[in-house]
């Protein structure tokens, strides 16, 4: 018993142990009771059901505790419980209790209202009910049954007489135990025994692993996988037959026999541990980039992604996981690929274009935990001067265009001689300094009328 383990358990008072009023210890695989009446006065209510305690020992401190549950344990004797005096429920059910005068014990606690020792050898003994009834006056309910006054006055009356029966059974029964445990001992003797002898059959794991050594220098990797493969399954299926061997193989029910099916589980969770660090250990790196330098696109971590290509930039978010602490996030921007480490696992994306790195931002969402990295694109270059051609060609246009809409929107002045003594200003600007350059000045074609016209039969006629 540990303090961590009783403040694991004490949950439900915020793992505060010295207030405890009730603790559940049950199936905690605990072989012996300690510390608790030291750190836990005020208990009330103890279970510790399903272990492996072979002895009631250090809660005889608890003033106030009216209900211990010892049921499926490995004891053997009651004792030390006298401190106990709040006792009301006792409960040691499917125990290797054999010595019922033991029970005597408990007349100190006269607070003892029921009692159960069903399970145990000594109920199995003759006239077991009336001797428990006629020694404990106190108690009203055993093994669940409640005990009648007319019962307790017959139990009275023959207890001279059963007494001597039951101290007869009880020496049987200490026979039967003694001669269990030489046998368990022998037989625990004997297999440490055969184990020593596994272990130094043959060579040992040094002389091994020279030899590896030396002919993995000589032979190629591939040729000594095969053994190795071999061996592996070898031990394998020796473990399992083991395995099945110990299961079927029968045995008394004993304090001995429940303490080696412990061990013999303890046994193979440390070998099934071993076998999964040497598969996390085999396991081969991730490679990210290869030997000729070209980024590879990974995704580790298994997370969702999307890429936005603009203009101008490049956005990639990525679905991070919302309660994961920034910390554990490590982004690397480089020219032609991103890489994001998230708890130790690579996301890298190859980037369609090249970006620039010390422009780049990272930024997390408060809501959603998303990683957004923007990273804008490396200016582009003018590659050719037809453009540049085109585009001085388009304004010259423009500029012209502009200069004969003015000049066909010109609005003349007119002057009317007639009736104003003014000079004619409409001749005072010349019309032909306003025309564009490029005007073609209009053609005069001759008439027939034209004395200098000379027809010529073969021109032909204009339309």
Not at 199 to 206: E, L, P, Y
Not at 262 to 268: A, G, S
Request: proline residues 6%; contains cysteine; aromatic residues 6%.
């Amino acid at each position: 018993v540990t303090e961590d383990l009783i403040r694991r358990n004490a949950e439900h008072n915020d793992c505060v142990i010295f207030s405890l009023e009730e603790l559940s210890l049950h199936q905690q695989e605990i072989e012996r009771l300690e510390h608790i009446d030291k750190w836990c006065r005020d208990l009330k209510i103890l279970y510790l059901q399903n272990n492996l305690i072979g002895k009631i020992e250090n809660v005889s401190k608890l003033k106030k505790l009216e209900y211990l549950n010892l049921a499926l344990n490995n004891i053997e004797k009651i004792e030390n419980l006298e401190g106990c005096e709040e006792l009301a429920k006792l409960d040691l059910t499917v125990n290797f209790i054999g010595e019922l005068s033991s029970i005597k014990t408990l007349k100190h606690n006269i607070h003892l209202k029921e009692l159960f020792l069903m399970g145990n050898p000594c109920a199995s003994f003759d006239h077991y009910r009336e001797f428990v009834v006629a020694t404990l006056p106190q108690l009203k309910w055993l093994d669940g049954k409640e005990i009648e006054p007319s019962e307790r006055i017959k139990a009275l009356q023959e207890y001279s007489v059963i007494e001597p029966q039951i101290r007869e059974q009880e020496k049987d029964h200490c026979l039967k135990r003694a001669k269990l445990k030489e046998e368990a001992q022998r037989k625990h003797q004997e297999e440490a025994k055969n184990e020593d002898k596994r272990s130094n059959a043959g060579f040992d794991g040094r002389w091994y692993t020279d030899i590896n050594a030396t002919l993995c220098s000589v032979f190629p990797s591939s040729s000594l996988q095969a053994p190795d493969t071999e061996e592996h399954n070898t031990k394998k299926l020796d473990n399992s037959e083991d395995d099945l061997e110990f299961w079927n193989k029968p045995c008394l029910f004993t304090p001995e026999s429940r303490l080696e099916t412990l061990r013999h589980m303890e046994k193979q969770r440390k070998n099934q541990e071993k076998l999964s660090e040497k598969k996390k250990k085999v396991k081969p790196p991730r490679t990210l980039i290869t030997e000729d330098g070209k980024a590879l696109n990974v995704n580790e971590p298994k997370i969702d992604f999307s890429l936005k290509d603009s203009e101008k930039q490049i956005i990639l978010d990525l679905a991070v996981y919302r309660y994961m602490d920034t910390s554990l996030i490590n982004v690397d921007v480089q020219p032609t690929y991103v890489r994001v480490m998230i708890k130790g696992k690579p996301f890298q994306l190859v980037l369609p274009t090249e970006v620039k790195p010390d422009s780049s931002s990272a930024k997390r969402s408060q809501t959603t935990g998303h990683l957004v990295i923007c990273m804008p694109k490396v200016g582009e270059v003018i590659t050719g001067g037809q453009r540049a051609f085109t585009s001085v060609k388009t304004t010259s246009d423009r500029s012209s265009k502009h200069i004969n809409t003015r000049s066909k929107h010109m609005e003349k002045l007119e002057v009317d001689p007639s009736k104003h003594s003014f000079p004619d200003v409409a001749n005072i600007v010349q019309e032909k300094k306003h025309t564009p350059r490029r005007r073609p000045e209009p053609k005069i074609i001759p008439s027939e009328e034209d004395p200098t016209f000379e027809d010529n039969p073969e021109v032909p006629p204009l339309i």
